[in-house]
């Protein structure tokens, strides 16, 4: 049989539904297939800057293309220009991966293409986020006084918290605004100096600017040192400054380390400060029985958030705000609906109400789908078998006298460096060399294509960062990184 001739664009309307077969199945094929070769590909892009772009036309067709020839296209322009996050071997950052009833729900959410507003707009997609968010809470052992709502990213949820804690402080700051008023004392919002920049962008998308953030130093498993916390709100306090908002965090993006939620709060209560908890990349080990303690103290905390699509293999993006006082998060950003949006329903969730967004999407429908599919115990094993094998590397740098291990690992994030004997004796000399050596066998890791990671600073020093969250990495993989590692530091002792 001949293959039907390309189609373009009808005159008018969309693709035929025979087309949208065809092509369908021709991409899930694609899909199946980079899934099955993705071992075969670079893990970071082999491209330059500029490399892309010089190679797509400027400006756009006037005529539709067929659907061959643009698919044609992502194998010769797309593929070679990704850096594969699916690869078994991205360790870099925090290594999180998408997983197939996630891409089913995605595929869903686009045909649906609900925008959910209004309860009305999207009675499905309101209705099934409440639903999967309380599973998810019931999962995480979080108690029945969180509520939760979806955005897209953790950045987005904590500086919805965030803003629902001003909301709080009750200086009609929604009102009135926080410019040009003399009547406004600092407000202040405290990290410890390892949180994750995302706090100091929703600081200053909040106008509180950056000198309402205060940084609090951490004790040498860098975690926040309660005591210089308490010390900084009593010197603000003493300054006329209001502390109103005090950000732990459940595995910073650094080392993973967790801060004393439990000793935090007994001082978010005493001062009526809001505490929320960043568990943006930790938070979905807390379904592990063994590792629900990591959430101690959240019973009292204020908000939490976590992010299923870093490690509940739900594709990007995902992430939950679990928060105890909806209300002001809805005081904080709902208005009276314009005549437009007004509708008769009552006593039912608009989700406009609680963020800056009208439309939202979809996304509860894909955590669904992950969730019924591999079941709670499934993602528990797959989480609790990453952190075995973090376990198992740290093990094998602890136990090589060229390596060390730099940091506790609580969960699946190696940080360690390559220390070998460099027959120098001083110390700034030979934490100068270490540096440019760990910077080198990260750069020739990842030249090889084979595996990538990536860094951090801790103290001075160049750390070197391996993350397991990947569903398809295995024994084999973090074994493979473990000789490339080995054989890079050989060739640059050479
Ligand atoms: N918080 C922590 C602890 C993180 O590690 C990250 C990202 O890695 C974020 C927040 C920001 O996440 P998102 O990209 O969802 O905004």
């Not at 709080?168 to 994750?196: Q, T």
């Not at 955590?367 to 094993?381: P, S």
Request: aromatic share 8%.
């Amino acid at each position: 049989m001949t293959e039907p001739a390309p189609q373009t664009a009808p005159q008018l309307g969309d693709m035929t539904t025979d087309e949208f077969r065809r092509y369908g199945h021709e991409l899930i094929d694609w899909v199946a297939d980079y899934f099955d070769h993705i071992e075969d590909l670079p893990v970071l892009a082999q491209i330059e800057p500029g490399d892309l772009k010089a190679q797509l036309p400027a400006s756009p067709p006037a005529q539709g293309e067929p659907m061959n020839a643009i698919l044609a296209d992502i194998d010769r322009l797309v593929v070679p220009a990704l850096t594969h996050w699916v690869h078994p071997s991205f360790f870099a950052y925090f290594a999180t991966s998408t997983s197939a009833p996630g891409i089913f729900g995605e595929l869903l959410a686009a045909a649906f293409d609900n925008k959910a507003m209004l309860w009305r707009t999207s009675p499905a997609s309101t209705e099934l986020e409440e639903v999967v968010l309380d599973w998810l809470r019931q999962m995480m052992g979080l108690d029945k006084g969180y509520e939760g709502i979806i955005y897209d990213t953790a950045s987005v949820s904590s500086m919805h918290a965030i803003a629902a804690a001003r909301e709080g402080v009750e200086k009609r700051i929604r009102e009135e605004g926080m410019s040009g008023r003399p009547d406004l004392p600092l407000l202040r919002v405290y990290v410890s100096e390892h949180a994750h920049s995302s706090i100091e962008k929703a600081v200053i998308t909040l106008g509180l600017g950056q000198r309402g953030l205060r940084k609090i130093p951490t004790d040498s498993e860098f975690r926040m040192d309660v005591r210089a916390l308490e010390a900084a709100i009593d010197e603000d306090k003493r300054n006329g400054f209001v502390p109103f908002c005090i950000v732990a965090t459940v595995g910073t993006t650094s080392t993973s380390s967790i801060d004393p939620v439990a000793d935090i709060i007994p001082i978010g209560e005493r001062e009526a400060i809001w505490l929320h908890v960043d568990a943006a990349y930790a938070g979905s080990a807390a379904i592990v029985p063994e590792f629900q303690h990591i959430l101690k103290g959240c019973e009292r905390a204020d908000s939490v958030v976590v992010n299923p699509h870093k490690w509940l293999f739900t594709p990007f993006d995902l992430s939950v705000l679990y928060c105890r006082h909806l209300d002001l998060l809805a005081r904080a950003f709902s208005l009276v609906p314009p005549d437009y949006l007004k509708t008769s329903e009552q006593h039912v969730r608009n989700g406009s109400d609680y963020g800056i967004q009208l439309g939202r999407r979809f996304r509860a429908l894909k955590l669904w789908m992950v969730i019924r599919y591999f079941g709670v115990e499934g993602l528990a094993a797959r989480i609790r078998e990453h952190c075995r094998l973090a376990r198992m590397f740290a093990s094998w740098v602890e136990e090589s006298d060229d390596w060390e291990v730099m940091a506790p690992v609580p969960f699946a994030l190696v940080c360690f460096r390559a220390r070998p004997d460099l027959g120098i004796s001083d110390e700034v000399e030979t934490g100068h060399r270490l540096d440019v050596l760990n910077e080198a066998i990260l750069q020739g890791v990842a030249l090889t294509g084979k595996a990538l990671m990536s860094q951090t600073k801790l103290g001075d020093k160049f750390v070197l960062r391996l993350s397991i969250g990947n569903i398809r990495t295995t024994e084999k993989h973090v074994r493979q990184v473990w000789e490339l590692l080995n054989e890079q530091l050989k060739l640059l002792r050479r």
